[in-house]
């Protein structure tokens, strides 16, 4: 018996309300669920093979993402709500999610329907549209899981001349009064950026308290082997699958953080160590972008650690500034300007993400390290993902949308709102400077001071030219060169240009040449 068959509460006849459930939309506190009547009311999921193959997706994700649609659906179900659930192992699966919400709108005429807001613009767009062509309308319901609006972030936007996440903090944190005493900024400064870029050093990080893994019921160990039979040519690994699935493992997941790693998060949030996937670092982005866990209340947690003596300052203002600043941010940018966001690309990059990004097959230490991490998890922190990966792919010139779509295809926490604008604006500077008002480029010199992998590289970040010159540092050069006429009246890349005049033209060719050696040789 397939899960869409699962005994539950019956469908009524004459439904007043049609709600769907969006899979990264399972928030027990929704707006949807506000006044559901289970006498006239029905919830609408679906597995949908469009979304799981479109682009690729690793293993993990499909396993995370369905398995917790479906404990979802259970509680749902347990609470004796009506749901009409698809799923792909089950008989005639629709497609895609406008599949799904025609099936249900021819077979149970509804009065109305609703959604909460999804983290997908083109999802949205194609639900309004499949309900306008039979003859409906799509009321769209906030998502009140976030701590603004994309109405309050357009009102920030009003009247400004530059877009700066720091303004937007801070105006954040003044509305807020979180970290805030007497109407100034606690500990005397509204960020402590400066004292958290730790590097661990020769010693490396020493032992860290694993993070609490979840082994998979039932429920999540038969999503396994539907992926399994479904997805044979899926990205990824499954080995090992141990992620929070349930709000219950959610909210313990954030206990293990505040517990564990949040003490020493700050000083050590940028930095990496080879064979280290965690770190001190959270891991609850998943779990926040399917709304199991509010970010009101992991703010909340956090700075209740902080008054309880559990947790420094840096510490908390550090994580406070990416969830309530940076989170926030980027989600007001994309609704801002989606659909044309997308199609953004100033640097006119315009080659494929190579495949090593799927493989880890690579000489390159700290790639190779982040890769295969990534093809195993589904997870690289944030110091990887913008100065190894997003590094890699802005200096080699790859296609910004296509390095999108390779993030979504790849990490356990990738939903349209919050990757588009990191990775195509922040990481790759395709926005031309929206996001962030220079690009994120660096040598290889950056990698060596953050982390432990050019130790054991066969790579120089030192070099730009010759064969034991690391790509990271040719690539920079070249980057530089290519667009300096671009970036010359930029104030904040002057330094970086000046380096780069400062170079004779006979070292600087030997460096465009390696730079297009690499490109040429990389896999």
């Given at each position: 018996m397939s899960f869409n068959e699962k005994d539950g509460p019956a469908i009524p006849t004459g439904v007043?309300?049609?709600?769907?459930?969006?899979?990264?939309?399972?928030?027990?506190?929704?707006?949807?669920?506000?006044?559901?009547?289970?006498?006239?009311?029905?919830?609408?999921m679906c597995e949908a093979a469009q979304e799981a193959s479109s682009p690729p997706q690793h293993r993990k994700r499909l396993v995370l993402f369905f398995a917790a649609m479906r404990h979802f659906a259970q509680a749902q179900r347990a609470q004796g709500r009506p749901l009409r659930y698809h799923a792909l192992d089950g008989q005639d699966p629709p497609q895609s999610l406008a599949e799904s919400l025609g099936r249900a709108l021819e077979d149970l005429s509804p009065e109305q329907i609703s959604i909460v807001q999804p983290g997908d613009w083109r999802v949205l767009h194609g639900l309004k549209t499949r309900a306008g062509q039979m003859g409906q309308s799509l009321e769209v319901l906030p998502d009140r899981h976030f701590l603004t609006t994309p109405s309050d972030f357009?009102?920030?936007?009003?009247?400004?001349?530059?877009?700066?996440?720091e303004d937007f903090y801070r105006q954040q944190r003044q509305r807020s009064g979180w970290l805030m005493e007497g109407g100034v900024p606690l500990g005397g400064a509204w960020n402590f950026d400066k004292d958290n870029r730790k590097s661990f050093g020769r010693q490396?990080?020493?032992?860290?308290?694993?993070?609490?893994?979840?082994?998979?019921?039932?429920?999540?160990?038969?999503?396994?082997?539907?992926?399994?039979?479904?997805?044979?040519?899926?990205p990824g690994s499954l080995d090992g699958f141990d992620e929070p699935v349930t709000r219950d493992q959610a909210l313990a997941a954030l206990e293990d953080f505040l517990?564990?790693?949040?003490?020493?998060?700050?000083?050590?949030?940028?930095?990496?160590?080879?064979?280290?996937?965690?770190?001190?670092?959270?891991?609850?982005?998943?779990?926040?972008?399917?709304?199991?866990?509010?970010?009101?209340?992991?703010?909340?947690?956090?700075?209740?650690?902080?008054?309880?003596?559990?947790?420094?300052?840096?510490?908390?203002?550090?994580?406070?500034?990416?969830?309530?600043?940076?989170?926030?941010?980027?989600?007001g940018i994309y609704w801002s300007q989606m659909p044309g966001y997308a199609r953004l690309n100033a640097l006119e990059a315009d080659l494929a993400v190579p495949a090593l990004f799927w493989s880890g097959?690579?000489?390159?230490?700290?790639?190779?390290?982040?890769?295969?991490?990534?093809?195993?998890?589904?997870?690289?922190?944030?110091?990887?993902?913008?100065?190894?990966f997003g590094l890699f792919l802005l200096l080699y010139g790859a296609d910004p949308y296509k390095a999108h779509e390779w993030h979504m295809s790849m990490y356990l926490d990738a939903v349209d709102w919050v990757s588009l604008p990191n990775v195509l604006g922040m990481s790759q500077h395709g926005d031309g400077g929206l996001v962030g008002t220079k690009p994120y480029c660096a040598s290889g010199a950056y990698i060596e001071r953050m982390s432990d992998h050019c130790r054991h590289c066969r790579f120089d970040p030192k070099q730009?030219?010759?064969?034991?010159?690391?790509?990271?540092?040719?690539?920079y050069w070249d980057f530089l060169a290519r667009h300096e006429a671009r970036f010359k009246d930029?104030?904040?890349?002057?330094?970086?240009?000046?380096?780069?005049?400062?170079?004779?033209?006979?070292?600087?060719?030997?460096?465009?040449s390696r730079a297009d050696q690499v490109k040429q040789l990389v896999p």
């Open positions: 007043r309300r049609l709600c769907l459930i969006c899979g990264d939309q399972l928030d027990a506190r929704s707006a949807l669920l506000e006044d559901f009547d289970p006498a006239r009311d029905v919830l609408l357009e009102r920030f936007l009003d009247g400004r001349k530059r877009v700066v996440m490396g990080p020493g032992l860290i308290p694993p993070r609490q893994s979840f082994a998979p019921d039932a429920v999540t160990r038969a999503v396994i082997a539907m992926v399994e039979e479904h997805f044979p040519d899926a517990s564990h790693r949040l003490p020493c998060f700050g000083d050590y949030q940028d930095a990496m160590a080879g064979g280290q996937r965690t770190l001190y670092h959270s891991r609850l982005s998943a779990v926040m972008n399917l709304h199991l866990l509010d970010a009101r209340e992991v703010c909340e947690a956090v700075l209740a650690a902080h008054a309880q003596g559990r947790a420094p300052l840096n510490a908390v203002e550090g994580f406070i500034r990416q969830i309530l600043g940076w989170r926030e941010f980027v989600r097959q690579t000489e390159m230490a700290c790639l190779k390290d982040a890769a295969q991490g990534l093809v195993a998890t589904g997870y690289a922190h944030h110091i990887e993902r913008l100065m190894v730009g030219a010759g064969e034991r010159a690391c790509p990271f540092t040719a690539l930029n104030r904040r890349m002057a330094l970086q240009l000046k380096n780069l005049r400062n170079k004779d033209e006979g070292e600087l060719r030997e460096i465009r």
